[in-house]
C-alpha cells in the first residue's frame, strides 16, 4: 500500500517541487515551496469549491434541518430518513463536502512528506524522472535557513492555521436546550480545530525545519484566500445567504 501511494503521489509531487527548484533563478528552495504548494492547491480547488458549494447548501438550509431533528427527536429512525428525504428533494449530496477532503489527505501528506523527508539540501537522484535535472539548491530565505528550526515561522505557521480554521471552517453547531451527544461532540471537534490545532501546528512546525512551517503557512493562506474567493463566488448565486 505504501509503495502504491509512493508511486502515485510521493514520486511525482518530488519531482515536480525539484524541477521547479531548478528552473528558478537562484534555485530558491523557499520560493520553490511557495510556488509548488500553490500550485497543487490551485489543481486541487475543483474539489474545494465542491466541498465550499455543500457547506453553503447545509448553511442555508440548516433551519428546515433543524425542524426535522427536532420534530423526529424521539425517533433516530425517521429523524434520518426525513434529513435523507429532504436532502433528496433538494438535490444535496451528503457525501459532497466529505469526498473531496478524503481525496486530498494522501495528496498533502506526501506533499508534507515531500518537504520533510526530501533529504535537501541532498537529493535522490534515484527518484527523478529522466527530464529533471539536478540542481544546487539555495536553502535561504529572507535571511532564514530554511533547513534549520524557526521559531518565527512555526508561530507564523500556527497564526495561519488559526486564521484558517476562523475564515474556512463552518461555524460551530449551536448550544440546544436538549442535551445531545452528537452535538456535544461536534462542538468539541470545533474548538479543538481552532484552538488546539493552530498551537499542535506550532510545535510540529518547530520540530521539524523551516521548510514545513513554511509549507504550513502558505498552505493556511492560500486556503484562506481560496475560501474568500468561493463564498464571494457562490454567494451572487445565493443573494440570501448568510454571512458567519
Known amino acids: 500500500m505504501f509503495a502504491l501511494l509512493k508511486a502515485i503521489f510521493y514520486i511525482p509531487l518530488y519531482n515536480g517541487l525539484i524541477f521547479l527548484i531548478d528552473v528558478l533563478p537562484g534555485h530558491s528552495v523557499g520560493i520553490a515551496v511557495i510556488l509548488f504548494t500553490c500550485l497543487v492547491k490551485l489543481v486541487l480547488s475543483p474539489l474545494s469549491h465542491k466541498a465550499a458549494k455543500f457547506q453553503l447548501e447545509m448553511k442555508l438550509h440548516e ?44 495528496i498533502f501528506i506526501s506533499l508534507y512528506y515531500v518537504f520533510y523527508a526530501g533529504g535537501l539540501p541532498s537529493i535522490d537522484s534515484s527518484l527523478l524522472y529522466s527530464f529533471v535535472a539536478v540542481p544546487v539548491p539555495d536553502m535561504h530565505l529572507f535571511g532564514f535557513n530554511i533547513l534549520e528550526k524557526s521559531m518565527l515561522l512555526a508561530v507564523l505557521a500556527g497564526v495561519a492555521q488559526f486564521l484558517q480554521a476562523h475564515y474556512a471552517m463552518p461555524p460551530a453547531p449551536p448550544k440546544t436546550d436538549t442535551p445531545s ?7 468539541g471537534m470545533h474548538m479543538q480545530m481552532k484552538y488546539v490545532l493552530p498551537v499542535f501546528m506550532v510545535f510540529i512546525a518547530y520540530a521539524i525545519n523551516g521548510a514545513v512551517a513554511l509549507y504550513f503557512i502558505t498552505s493556511s493562506l492560500f486556503t484562506i484566500a481560496q475560501e474568500l474567493v468561493v463564498r464571494r463566488s457562490l454567494k451572487k448565486g445565493h443573494p440570501t445567504h448568510p454571512d458567519k
Not at 433551519?63 to 433538494?90: T, V
Not at 451527544?181 to 462542538?187: C, E, K, T, V
Open 63 to 106: 433551519p428546515e434541518i433543524n425542524r426535522l431533528k427536532e420534530q423526529f427527536k424521539a425517533d433516530k429512525q425517521a429523524q434520518g430518513k426525513a434529513i435523507l428525504d429532504f436532502y433528496r428533494e433538494k438535490k444535496i449530496n451528503p457525501f459532497a463536502g466529505i469526498l473531496p477532503l478524503f481525496i486530498q489527505i494522501p
Open 181 to 187: 451527544l452528537g452535538n456535544d461532540l461536534a462542538r
